[in-house]
């Protein structure tokens, strides 16, 4: 059974930083497209940015363009997700998961707060 494990989360004010991690068991980050996604309270959970195998391909949605960022490094079997100037709408718990209609086993994630 695949198991994520999502680490880097905290309480930020805004206009801050995170850096957000991810590992997963087996080779799951190697061999597919990954994506993390975000549910804020009360809301459905939402995929924010994807990133090919290769790393060399990566998918943002509009309310993240230009402030996050996804990598991964394929030698150590990790994902991240950079975010910058981080806006009160961003507090959500961030999951990584692969880029399918059919989802793997999700984490427990990784809480993100961002207030003043």
């Known amino acids: 059974q695949v198991q994520f494990v999502e680490s880097g989360g905290g309480l930020v004010q805004p206009g801050g930083s995170l850096r957000l991690s991810c590992t997963a068991s087996?080779?799951?980050?190697?061999?597919?497209?990954m994506a993390w996604y975000r549910q804020a309270p009360g809301r459905q959970r939402e995929k924010v940015a994807t990133?090919?195998?290769?790393?060399?391909?990566?998918n943002y949605v509009d309310s993240v363009k230009g402030r996050f960022t996804i990598s991964r490094d394929s030698a150590k079997d990790m994902m991240y997700l950079q975010m910058n100037d981080l806006k009160p709408e961003d507090t959500a718990v961030y999951y990584c998961?692969?880029?399918?209609?059919?989802?793997?086993?999700w984490g427990k994630g990784t809480l993100v707060t961002v207030s003043s």
């Open positions: 998961n692969i880029d399918s209609n059919r989802l793997l086993n």
């Open positions: 087996g080779s799951i980050l190697r061999f597919n497209i």
């Open positions: 990133i090919s195998t290769s790393g060399h391909s990566t």
